[in-house]
Structure formats: structure tokens, C-alpha cells
């Protein structure tokens, strides 16, 4: 039931709420935030909205009018960090007109909300379910120094493999062989679990939490499949309480898709399906893997455009240190059942028609998601309008491990980009099904590759440190 401006007076009265935050978000998918005091709160808050300059928040605005966050009452929780009672909403940017507000068209929750109604308009579906995996490591230390004289990073768990001489109980675990490990080397098991908990106070289903491959405490936290639009906003508050609770213990969570060389990289699985009317669209216990038309042709749109996507889903120079061979990370352009090595996964296990799906496997936890997602469903909904059949591009269905193909068969393979520079060379020239039905406004994917490429630029300046391994002595 959605809540109104009374529920949310109540909920103020009821917990003794003293301020009231109105968390927004930022191009790189940031919380930022504006706190008034409860008494200030009021039904005008809701309409009025709380005025802010969205330039600063990294968007390309062009319209000269002035800009107002209208807060959304049903993602209203209180919030477990702050010590002082306090009131969160998130909700949507708009731009002050005459007579009526319209929503900024670049602001992310913005964009996810125009997505779904263009997927509605066409009639493909009327309701889109994901499920992102949320992988992440947690150190006990970590810091970074980059000066004149100093180019380092160092992270620590105590648990690792590399403290096995001073850990002083022998609790250590051997490289690449945390996954499901249980205590005592499970570490951090009350605090993910403390995580679970609050995530579903905020009104988010947790199916798992565990520990994943890497030794150097790295771990999953699984949610329920949710409707897009709730999972985007639910994305951006998991992550949220995953790095409070983590300060809350004594660590430091962090959605890096590669923090260490050599361990396992965290990854943003996304898992999706359509519905329309209530019934499974991707569902056909004829096709293969048990898959409709329309999911194969929805999984086409994903892979025709894979490499421009990798931009909004693999937004940072880090993500592709991740989307290298040897580990789980997809590097193929491709499609199969129950393969980690191809960029499309569809899971044996998801068996009743109500919940056949498949995972896109490149996407990591530095997206926007609001972005991501935005742009998954619009690649996905191009590939059912163009009829796109992945089998007849060439695409798979890959049934084998590709990582151990032949050297020869290898080289016939299409990859993902190498690099984010290609990934964003590929933005720029194929971005229309992201523009289709005014979703994506054309300046701010301009603005962004604009500040993605600056980025690029800045890092590839600065000396790292295996460079000195590789040349100080030449």
C-alpha cells in the first residue's frame, strides 16, 4: 500500500523523528544528501520539493529553470546509522515549470522510471523483475597514498593467506578458497548477518549471504528478484548499509571489482524477466533452456550491444582488471546454460515458469544502477523489436567451458572491451537504442563519456607500481 504524506507524519510522531533526510543521487550513482529538521516537514515538502543545482551533481543541464527534489513517501525508512532520530526518503528530481513540474530528464531514478513505461508503451511487458548479486570484499585496513614520492594501496584481512605466520591462531584461509567456508574462518558472519537484517527493515528480501571465492574476505549478499524501478532504488540502500555496517564493526567494505591481484574480482550478476498481464513472457518449455522467443531475442539486444552497455554497467578503469580469463568473470560474447565463462548465464536451477530467467554476468557494483538497469532493459526491449536471435548471430548457446577451448577456436570468439576507453568508444557510436523513447537524454551520455574519458585520461598519467617492477632497472 503506498504511503501518503499522513503516514508519513505519523511515522515522525510515532518514532520521535528529529530530522528528516532526503538522500538523492548523483551521475556516478552516489548518495548525496539535504536534511531538514521533522518540524519543518510537511504536505507542502511533498509538492514544493527541496531545491538543488544539479549541475553539481555531474548532470549536462541545459534547461535554464530551477530544480527541486520531490521526495517518494513509500521509500521512507528510518534510517539505523544515525544516532539522532532520522526520517530517509529518496525520490525524484524535477524541474520547476509553469504550471506542473516535469521530471529532469537526466536524473537517474528519472531514467529506470522512463525506461519501464517505454517497455510498457510497446507492449512487450508490463513488469520487469531483477535480482543483482552483490559481491564485495571487506578488510580489516586499508589505505592509499598518492604523492610526489609515494604510489601505493595496501589492504589487510586477518583471515587471509598472507598472515598465516602472524594471525596467531592459525585462523587463515588458502588462497582462492573462502567460498562458502563457515566459521571459525567466517570471519565476518555476524555482521552480514546484521546487514540481512537491516536490509529487510528497509523493506528488502534477502534470499543468502555467504562468503565467495577470494581468501581476502570477499563475500555475497543475495536479494530476492524485485520489481526493476524498487530493485534500482534497493540497490543503492544494500550498498548503503553494507558499507555503514561494515564501519559499525571495525572494517571496510568496498564494491571494487578488482581491490587485489590474483584473488577472485566482485562482480554485479544481474539476473532478469518480463511479465505481462502477470504471466512470464520468457517462459517456453519448447525452447531451449526452457526460454520463449522473446528471451532469446531480448538476450540479443544484450549481446548486439554488450560493448556499448559495458560503459554504464562497467563504468570504472578497475571494473575491466576483472573481466580478465582465469577466474569467473565472463570475457565471452555469448550465451549458454549454467556456463559462468559466457557473458549471458541461464540458471538450470530456475525451473517453474514464473522464474526462468538469465543473468548478465559482466555488470559490477561501480554502475549507476538506475543506469544499469535503465539500459539493460532498453538493450533487451531493441532485441525483441528487431527480432535480434542470438543463435543465428553467432552467439552461442555455448554448452562447454570456453576457457578451454583451443587456442584456434578461442580467436573465433567475440570478447568484451578490453579497456573503458573501448567500452565508451562503443558508447559513442552505439547509443540509439538507449536514446529510443527519450529515455537516455542524448547530453547527459555525452556528459558522461565526457567525464569517463577525463578519468581515463587522469590514470593512465600516473605512474603504478608494477611498471617499477617491470622497467626501473632497464
Known sequence: MAKTVKDILNLIKEHDIKMVDFKMVDINGQYRHVTIPAQNFSEE???????????????????????????????????????IPTLSMTGNAMIIDSPQNRPLPQYPRNIIRAAVQAMKDSGIADEMLILPEFEFYLFDQVGWNLSDGTIAAQVDTKQSFWNSDVEGKGVVVPKQKNYHIAKPFDTSYECRSEMCLLMKEAGIDINYHHPEVAASGQFEIEPQLGEVVHMADASMMIKYIIHNTALKHGLSATFMPKPIYGEAGSGMHVHMLLKKDGKPVFSDDNGYSHLSKEAHWFMGGLLKHIASLCALTNPSTNSFKRLVPGFEAPVTVGYATSNRSAVIRIPAYAKSPDKRRFELRNPDATCNP????????????????????PHENGWGPYDMNLYHLPEEEKAKLQGLPTCLEDALDALEADHDYLTADGVFPVELLQNFIKAKREECRQLAAIPHPAEFDKYYNL
Not at 544499469?372 to 527480432?387: V, W
Open 45 to 83: 515538502t511533498m509538492t514544493a520539493g527541496i531545491g538543488f543545482d544539479a549541475s553539481n551533481y555531474g548532470y549536462a543541464v541545459v534547461e535554464k529553470s530551477d530544480m527541486v527534489f520531490i521526495p517518494d513517501p513509500d521509500t521512507a525508512l528510518i534510517d539505523p546509522f544515525c544516532a
Open 370 to 389: 538506475y543506469f544499469c538497469y535503465a539500459a539493460i532493459l532498453m538493450a533487451g526491449l531493441d532485441g525483441i523489436k528487431n527480432q535480434i536471435d
